[in-house]
C-alpha cells in the first residue's frame, strides 16, 4: 500500500497529471482516480486526449463535454468520466464572460468568429484548466483528476494561463475596446489601428471588422479576470500535481526538469510515478537445470535440448538486463530526487491497459496488494 500517495490523493480536490508524450497519463489518471471511487469518493476523471484512450480504458464514449458514468464501486463511490471539447468550452467560457446576450451573439454570429474560436480553442492546455477550474467550483466532485494533453513540451501546459493572458492583452485587442471604455491614449490607438485597417479592407468591411474585434476585446476582458482565477486554483493547497515519467534516460530527465519549473511555479508536486518499469523477478536467481527437463522428462535429443537451453539462457540474460537496467535508472532518479518528492515505480503489464479491469489491475498495484516492481511478492 502505497499510503503517502493514497493520503496525498484523498486530501486533494484536483489531481493533475501531468508529463511527457505517451509516457501513460491517461491510464494513470483513470488508476487514480479508480482508487478515490474505491474508497467512496465521487471522482471525475477529465480527459482531452484526441487517442480517446480514457474512454477506451473506462469503457465508455463521453463527448462532447457530456460526463458518463464509468463505474459505481462497492464503498459507495463513482467515477464518471468527461472527455473535454475545446471548442465546446471555449465558446462556453466566451458566452459567460460576455457583458450582454447580445455582445456575445454579435461576436459568435461574425464570419470571422469561427477563424478565431477554432484558433484559440487550440489551445488544449488552457481550455482544460479553464474547464477544470469551472468544475472545481461547481462542487459536485470529491476529486477531480485531470489528465493534461499530449504536448510537444510538457512545460506548455503550465505557461498555457500565462499564454492565454498575454494573448488577451495584446495591443491589438486594446486599440478595439470599446470607445466609452478605452483611455484617451487607447482611443487614440483605436483611430489609427481602423486607419492602418482601413488601408488594406476596403471600407465596406471595416465597421464590421472593427465592430467584431471591438466586441471580441470586451469579452476578452471578462477571460482575463478568468485566466488569473485558474491560476490561483492551481496554486492553491488543495491541488496537487503527480509527475509521471517512463524509465529511460530522457523522460526522467525531463520529469526532473518539469519539477523543478512547478516549485518555480508554486505548485505542489510531491509524487513521481514511473510507469512500465520492466520487472523480471527471476534476475538474480539461476536457471533451474533444463537439461533434465528437456532430454528426459520431455524425451528431446541431446542436439535439439543443446539449442533450448541456450535459447532460454540467452533469453533468462536478456530479460534479465532490461529489469537491471531499469533499476539502476530508477536508483539514479531516485538520488537525484528532492526530499520532498517520493517516486513510486508501476510495471510494465503484459497485457496494454485498455479497459477498466487492466486499469484497476495498475490501482491494485498501487494501493492494493500486488508488490510492485523488485517487491518481494
Ligand atoms: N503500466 C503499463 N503497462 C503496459 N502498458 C501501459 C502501461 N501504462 C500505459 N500503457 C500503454 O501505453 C500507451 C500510452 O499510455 P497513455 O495513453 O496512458 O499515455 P499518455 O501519456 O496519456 O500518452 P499521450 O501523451 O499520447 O496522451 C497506451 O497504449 C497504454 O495502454
Ligand atoms: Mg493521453
Known sequence: MNSALAEELLGRRLIVCAGGGGVGKTTLSAALALFLARRGRRVL???????????????????????????????????????????????????RHARSKEEFERVRTSHLYEHVATALSRTHEYMALEKLHELHHDGTYDHIVLDTPPT??????????????????????????????????????????????????DQGNLGPIAEFLGALAGLFGGFRERVRDVQATLRQDGTTFILIASPGRSSMHEALYFGRKMRD??????????????????????????????????????????????????????????????AEQLAALASALPDTMQLTSIPQLDLEPVELDAVGTLTDFLFGTIPGPGEEP
Open 45 to 95: 476523471v477529465v480527459t482531452i486526449d484526441p487517442a480517446r484512450r480514457l474512454a477506451e480504458a473506462l469503457g465508455v464514449a463521453p463527448e462532447g463535454n457530456r460526463i458518463v458514468e464509468a463505474t459505481r464501486t462497492s464503498a459507495g463511490g463513482v467515477l464518471e468520466a468527461m472527455m473535454l471539447d475545446c471548442r465546446l468550452t471555449f465558446d462556453e467560457s466566451l458566452a
Open 152 to 201: 510537444r513540451d510538457a512545460l506548455g501546459f503550465l505557461d498555457a494561463p500565462q499564454r492565454m493572458l498575454d494573448f488577451c492583452n495584446e495591443r491589438i485587442f486594446r486599440w478595439f475596446v470599446p470607445e466609452d471604455e478605452g483611455s484617451r491614449l487607447l482611443r487614440f490607438g483605436r483611430e489609427r489601428a481602423l486607419w492602418l485597417l482601413g488601408r488594406v479592407v
Open 265 to 326: 511555479y508554486g505548485l505542489r508536486h510531491r509524487h513521481l510515478l514511473v510507469n512500465r518499469v520492466f520487472d523480471y523477478p527471476f534476475s538474480e536467481r539461476p536457471l533451474p537445470p533444463l537439461e533434465a527437463l528437456f532430454s528426459q522428462t520431455l524425451g528431446l535429443g541431446a542436439a535439439r535440448a543443446g539449442r533450448l537451453i541456450t535459447a532460454c539462457e540467452k533469453t533468462h540474460q536478456r530479460l534479465a538486463d532490461l529489469a537491471r537496467r531499469d
